[in-house]
């Protein structure tokens, strides 16, 4: 067998239905007595809801949350954290609000409590990216690693149908890319397929019934496994594209990995055989990069970037940037390659 080191589980994890009630728990056993609470201003009514539940636990609302992780904003709810007195906080919405509380906790150490209403998985990592004047730089450290999470199936039921699809499909690209990272280990290998079997099984009835506490919460579960491989492992072809194309041509986060994700699998089926496999019996399919195909088009999440707003005549500049540094992905990266794979992803076509 080959060696490996399994780096754990970097957070409490409490997961359920209803489990938003264990949050004053939760806090006191981190000896938070007065958090500044943070959301997007989408989700600023239920940010304010929930304080008023908590009461004096409460030290205020930062409802500023935006997509990448805007210094500025971060350094305005830094700065109010240390003008209220908080002690913590606690993030309720995606990516973009647990995004603010790691970067708050790069600037001022405060301990976070993230709850999870998306399927993006930043939750479970150490990773922080931000953006100022319109470049993103992102970093790993232990600093911005929530300490507790608390999983809610019942706040996933508000999340639209279209946006569980890609939010869904972004979390399974971890799983994919965690099961061929060559950092990858036995462990996150058994956490990765379960993963993609439960989005599998949950996203159709989530996008069927977006009120179905059994679909939605297969979804959040397989979405938890999911941020633990992308916490876990180094990501490669996928991400790196993903990253290409929000970054440089500015499409949106979720969407874009719904859309590349077949294809990415589709170029390195060849030399990732074993973990093909394992993710095309996850998803109940012969092929993983059809199956992925198949699953996206079935719970009607994008499958062209032409559809998410980018130009054929972007696509030689885009398969340039992605190929300029060298990275661990199973298949070597070729230019050619990988813009025949955009073209394919642009066009929407079915994968390799
Ligand atoms: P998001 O957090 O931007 O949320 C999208 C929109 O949906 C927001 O308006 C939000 O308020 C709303 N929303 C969220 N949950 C909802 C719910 N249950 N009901 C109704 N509306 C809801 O989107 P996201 O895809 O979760 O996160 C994307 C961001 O997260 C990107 O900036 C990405 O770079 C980052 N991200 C970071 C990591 C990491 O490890 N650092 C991992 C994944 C994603």
């Keep these: 067998m080959r060696g490996f080191t399994f780096p754990g589980l970097p957070a409490r994890v409490v997961f359920g239905e209803g489990t938003l009630a264990q949050l004053p728990a939760e806090m006191e056993r981190l000896g938070m007595a007065r958090a500044l609470l943070l959301a997007t201003p989408q989700q ?15 030290a205020g609302v930062f409802a500023e949350a935006a ?6 904003i971060s350094e305005r709810a830094a700065a109010l954290a240390r003008e209220l007195g908080a002690d913590g906080t606690i993030a309720v919405g995606g990516g973009s609000t647990i995004g603010l509380g790691k970067a708050i906790a790069l600037r001022t150490d405060l301990p976070q409590i993230a709850v999870p209403t998306t399927y993006a998985g930043s939750e479970m990592t150490d990773i922080l990216g931000e953006t100022e004047g319109g470049a993103k730089r992102t970093q790993r450290t232990p600093r911005v690693q929530p300490e507790v999470v608390i999983y809610d199936v019942t706040l996933t039921v508000s999340l639209p149908p279209a946006l569980s699809a890609s939010s869904g499909l972004n979390a399974m690209a971890h799983a994919v890319e965690a099961l061929y990272a060559p950092d990858a280990n036995p462990v996150l290998g058994l956490m990765a397929e379960a993963a993609v079997a439960a989005l599998a099984r949950g996203l159709p009835r989530v996008v069927a019934e977006p009120r179905d506490l059994v679909g939605r919460g297969e979804a959040l579960y397989g979405a938890w496994l999911c941020g633990a491989c992308l916490g876990m492992a180094a990501m490669s ?3 790196k594209l993903c990253h290409v194309l929000g970054g440089s041509f500015g499409l949106p986060h979720a969407e874009t990995h719904a859309v590349v994700l077949p294809h990415a699998a589709a170029y390195n089926a060849a030399h990732a055989g074993d973990a093909m496999a394992r993710v095309a019996r996850a998803l109940g399919s012969a092929s993983a990069p059809a199956g992925l ?18 130009k054929e005549a972007d696509l030689d500049r885009a398969a340039e940037i992605a190929s300029r540094d060298p990275y661990a992905n199973p298949r070597p990266i070729e230019r050619a390659g990988i813009r025949a794979l955009l073209q394919a992803a642009w066009a929407g076509a079915a994968p390799g």
């Design 44 to 58: 600023e009514a239920e940010a304010r809801g929930l304080a008023q539940r908590l009461g004096p636990r409460v």
């Design 67 to 72: 997509m990448h992780t805007p210094v500025e």
């Design 237 to 239: 072809l996928h991400h």
């Design 293 to 310: 195909h198949d699953l996206a088009k079935r719970i009607g999440a994008p499958v062209a970037l032409r559809d998410l707003g980018l």
